[in-house]
């Protein structure tokens, strides 16, 4: 049997390579197929890992709570847009909620930031000190404020790398120095690693970062002390997230005196929940390629049964002969499905190796980052596999069913 | 011993359209084992019908057919296939080689078939190409070789599996005097061997090689006589 099996390999080939160009061309449908499967899927990955490592940037397990807009007097006003959140509801969630790890919290505004005679406008945030690690913030030199500058509301400032390169000098040390943020002076006591582009595609590193009671008091001069722009939360554990979402809202909504229909003054994100929502995109992008790639395959698939239809009437004398020595339908058959099956194999095998090309050359050309999984490939392969099967058995088994005689007798 | 062939009032009825052809009406026919056996007839006799039922290629319509002592009428595709690989070699006109396919490859076909090992199918072919007088162009194909030798590479192909019943369908058919009577003295010296070889012809002096003449006319039997054999007739 593996012999025969062996045998009928040896002369599917050599019945291919009789017809190089015959078998190229019926190939061709199959190659492209399993090279766009594998080139569409390498920049999907690719694509999806980029957005996940974004995600990543936001921090672990983070739960973040924005005021939401509020409805006064049957007037909309924008979201964020209403005093609804203070320290005190920060500082309330973590006393109740045991599964909530870290609490911290930030208010933001857009600045003037000096450096000698350089200036930039960027984005200043007050935050507490726990926000920098609960945002998993790492630092290129120097180090966070503590629990001291806060209470002190001491004026030190973190820069992010875009703010760095717009104010000082290349090379120029911004640890120690001393900037001004509108006209007050802050000493420099750390420079934040870059994270680069948030999931919603602003510049993460384009910040300042000085402490939340040295902003509210010193330099933004809010008009309600203790409110705050957001909140951020983290759990110790994932699985935690959505329960310990659902307990905020709970703890928020009795804070905050919402009755039963009152719609929530807050939102509430958790990063799993920004992880799906990007999931959901890539997840509509794979199923369109995978019908783009089903097609194609489909249509590789008919060139193979077309083209073995073909071999079969071009060579029905030929299943006369074996079929008078003694060859039985089984063995027609097998010898016409091991065509089809080289044809989709190889044709397969040719496939990955241009969609692996065309995906390093995306990323060499385009900058695009790919991932070539083995998954990928095997799935590609097992397609092609399939493919040859499904198509080549209607072939085959019209040959398998040829009637000896007129077989021989056939012209 | 059993007769080799028990045909008992075969017949075979196609259907054409709406009209039935009677190829073969009521034929009776008994082989013993090691005879040689002329069926004679001219085109449209039935000689090449009863040429397919006798070598397992096709069933009877009606009637009995037993092959060794065993009734071939009811049996399936596969189990007709496996008489013809082990029972019975073929020589047909047009020699019916593989294209482009080494002579050794071709007579080695029926032994692919019954399963054997590449290294066994090779040594057994080899063998069978010698016979015939083939050594040395167990590579050529088909089209490097003359007609003759074609019809040899056939013969190997039948013979290579020891069968009991060779049928040879106008074998000469196709090739000139001299590659006639060198396989016309093939045939004859595997059945001097032992070998029962029914040969199908229209040409009186290719069926004057076979010890036994049976005359097909219009799907029966028309004639069935021992005649002297080759010697007499090279002689007269």
């Given at each position: 049997m593996l012999a025969f099996v062996w045998l009928t390999v040896i002369t599917a080939l050599r019945v291919l390579g009789r017809n190089r160009l015959r078998a190229g061309l019926t190939m061709l449908g199959i190659i492209i197929g399993v090279g766009a499967v594998i080139a569409m899927v390498s920049i999907g990955e690719g694509a999806k890992q980029a957005v996940q490592k974004q995600i990543a940037t936001m921090g672990t397990n983070v739960i973040m709570i924005w005021p939401s807009y509020m409805t006064i007097g049957g007037v909309r006003g924008a979201q964020g847009g209403a005093v609804t959140l203070t320290v005190t509801d920060a500082l309330e969630l973590?006393?109740?909620?045991?599964?909530?790890s870290e609490t911290g919290w930030l208010i933001r505004s857009t600045m003037q930031i000096v450096n000698g005679n350089r200036n930039w406008n960027g984005p200043v945030h007050g935050v507490s000190p726990s926000y920098v690690s609960i945002r998993d913030w790492s630092f290129s030199s120097g180090g966070s404020f503590t629990q001291t500058d806060m209470e002190s509301a001491a004026r030190v400032a973190l820069l992010g790398q875009t703010v760095v390169e717009n104010i000082f000098e290349p090379g120029e040390e911004p640890v120690g120095a001393i900037i001004r943020i509108k006209n007050v002076p802050f000493r420099v006591i750390g420079v934040l690693s870059p994270k680069g582009q948030s999931v919603q595609g602003s510049d993460q590193d384009d910040v300042v970062f000085i402490p939340f009671t040295t902003a509210e008091r010193k330099v933004f001069g809010t008009l309600f002390l203790g409110s705050v722009g957001g909140v951020f939360v983290s759990t110790e554990r994932t699985e935690d997230l959505a329960d310990a979402a659902e307990q905020i809202?709970?703890?928020?909504?009795?804070?905050?005196?919402?009755?039963?229909?009152?719609?929530?003054?807050?939102?509430?994100?958790?990063?799993?929940?920004?992880?799906k929502v990007q999931e959901g995109t890539s997840e509509t992008l794979t199923v369109m390629l995978m019908i783009i790639a089903s097609v194609s395959l489909l249509v590789g698939g008919i060139g193979i049964m077309n083209i073995l239809l073909v071999s079969v009437t071009e060579r029905t004398r030929e299943i006369g002969i074996r079929m008078a020595v003694g060859a039985k339908r089984f063995h027609i058959l097998i010898q016409f499905l091991i065509e089809a099956l080289t044809l989709s194999v190889v044709g397969g095998c040719i496939g990955i190796l241009f969609g692996v090309l065309a995906a390093r050359l995306t990323t060499v050309i385009a900058g695009w980052p790919t991932i070539i999984s083995s998954d990928t490939v095997a799935v590609a392969f097992v397609f092609s596999v399939v493919v040859g099967l499904f198509f080549g058995l209607y072939p085959a088994n019209k040959a398998a069913r040829l009637n000896p005689i007129d077989a021989l007798r056939y012209e | 011993?059993?007769?080799?062939?028990?045909?008992?009032?075969?017949?075979?009825?196609?259907?054409?359209?709406?009209?039935?052809?009677?190829?073969?009406?009521?034929?009776?026919v008994t082989i013993e084992q090691g005879e040689f056996v002329a069926i004679m007839g001219s085109s449209g006799s039935g000689k090449s019908t009863l040429m397919n039922i006798l070598g397992c290629l096709d069933q009877p319509t009606k009637g009995h057919y037993r092959l060794n002592g065993v009734e071939v009428g009811q049996l399936r595709p596969d189990q007709l296939a496996e008489i013809r690989n082990q029972q019975i070699g073929f020589v047909f006109q047009s020699f019916n080689l593989i294209p482009r396919t080494s002579a050794l490859e071709n007579a080695q076909l029926p032994l692919f078939y019954r399963g054997l090992s590449l290294k066994e199918q090779?040594?057994?072919?080899?063998?069978?190409?010698?016979?015939?007088?083939?050594?040395?162009?167990?590579?050529?194909?088909?089209?490097?070789?003359?007609g003759g030798q074609q019809q040899r590479v056939a013969i190997a192909r039948a013979l290579v599996t020891a069968p009991s019943?060779?049928?040879?369908?106008?074998?000469?058919?196709?090739?000139?005097?001299?590659?006639?009577?060198?396989?016309?003295?093939?045939?004859?010296?595997?059945?001097?061997?032992?070998?029962?070889?029914?040969?199908?012809?229209?040409?009186?002096?290719?069926?004057?090689y076979a010890s036994r003449e049976i005359v097909v006319k219009d799907g029966q039997i028309l004639s069935d006589r021992a005649t002297k054999g080759r010697s007499q007739v090279v002689g007269a």
């Open positions: 973590k006393k109740r909620i045991p599964i909530l809202r709970q703890v928020m909504r009795t804070r905050h005196r919402l009755q039963g229909e009152q719609p929530d003054d807050f939102t509430i994100r958790t990063q799993v929940e920004i992880g | 011993m059993n007769p080799l062939i028990v045909g008992e009032d075969i017949w075979k009825v196609y259907r054409v359209g709406d009209v039935e052809v009677q190829a073969l009406r009521g034929v009776s090779r040594t057994l072919a080899s063998a069978a190409l010698q016979r015939v007088g083939l050594k040395g162009r167990e590579h050529h194909s088909p089209t490097q070789l003359s019943l060779l049928l040879a369908d106008e074998p000469t058919g196709n090739l000139d005097t001299e590659s006639s009577q060198d396989i016309m003295g093939i045939l004859e010296g595997l059945n001097r061997d032992g070998m029962t070889v029914i040969l199908v012809t229209h040409e009186v002096d290719i069926a004057a």
